[in-house]
């Protein structure tokens, strides 16, 4: 499956952006597809993910702020990202793995396999 990370741009602290993660070769429904962003010097974060039966699983300090969804027919998995912060600057990954990967992996990179180039996501404030 090939990635491709969309949407990202410049908002203002309070503001929201949408992100897409579109999906070629390969039903995203074929996949757990997982976000993660990396900041300047920071390791790459887990934000949230979408499982292939649709349920989605989040981190703690994020959730209310961004939420996981995807379209089936357009193939895409998009991540709605709220009340931003400056903090939230960050290059935004998607990354999709393997229907059989354990729970606990899902929330780092290692339950991974194939990951979209990024998009640059700041925050202003």
């Known amino acids: 499956v090939q990635l491709q990370a969309s949407g990202g741009g410049l908002a203002q602290a309070g503001g929201s952006l949408r992100l897409s993660c579109a999906a070629s070769g390969r039903t995203i429904k074929d996949y757990n597809m997982g976000w993660f962003r990396q900041a300047p010097g920071k390791e790459q974060e887990f934000v949230g993910g979408?499982?292939?039966?649709?349920?989605?699983y989040n981190t703690d300090s994020l959730k209310g702020r961004f939420t996981i969804s995807r379209d089936s027919a357009k193939n895409t998995v998009d991540l709605r990202m709220n009340s931003l912060k400056p903090e939230d600057t960050a290059v935004y990954y998607c990354?999709?793995?393997?229907?059989?990967?354990?729970?606990?992996?899902?929330?780092?990179?290692?339950?991974?396999?194939?990951w979209g180039q990024g998009t640059q996501v700041t925050v202003s404030s």
């Open positions: 990354a999709a793995g393997s229907k059989s990967s354990i729970l606990s992996t899902l929330f780092t990179p290692r339950g991974y396999e194939f």
């Open positions: 979408i499982r292939w039966t649709g349920v989605t």
